[in-house]
């Protein structure tokens, strides 16, 4: 299996920045994709971006194109969000995930580390 540590999470004023980092640890070598998604109180979680761990594409959810930007350290096997010009509807905790082959839903999962953005 593959462990999943989220970091860096926090509360900024709309228009702020926060980068969150996800440590992997155990079985990387299965990971194939690693992703963010996020859960907003009352709504379902949503999957916010996510990068091909071999290759580094990289995809969005149109809703955060051009402000979030996924990337990844190789060798320190650690996914990164970088979110900028935060707005209050991305407030939500946001989990890091890793697919190992068979999709996100029986991968691993980190705990969540809570976005507060206010206006």
């Known amino acids: 299996q593959v462990q999943l540590v989220e970091s860096g999470g926090g509360s900024v004023q709309a228009g702020g920045s926060l980068r969150l980092s996800c440590a992997a640890s155990?079985?990387?070598?299965?990971?194939?994709?690693m992703g963010w998604f996020r859960q907003a109180p009352g709504k379902e979680r949503e999957s916010v971006a996510a990068?091909?761990?071999?290759?580094?594409?990289?995809y969005y959810a149109d809703s955060v194109k051009g402000r979030f930007t996924i990337s990844r350290d190789y060798g320190k096997n650690t996914v990164y969000l970088q979110t900028n010009s935060l707005k209050p509807e991305d407030t939500a905790v946001y989990y890091c995930?890793?697919?190992?082959?068979?999709?996100?839903?029986?991968?691993?999962w980190g705990q969540g580390t809570q976005v507060t953005v206010s206006s």
């Open positions: 995930a890793a697919d190992l082959g068979a999709g996100w839903a029986v991968g691993s």
């Open positions: 155990g079985r990387t070598f299965s990971m194939r994709r």
């Open positions: 990068i091909i761990w071999s290759d580094g594409r990289t």
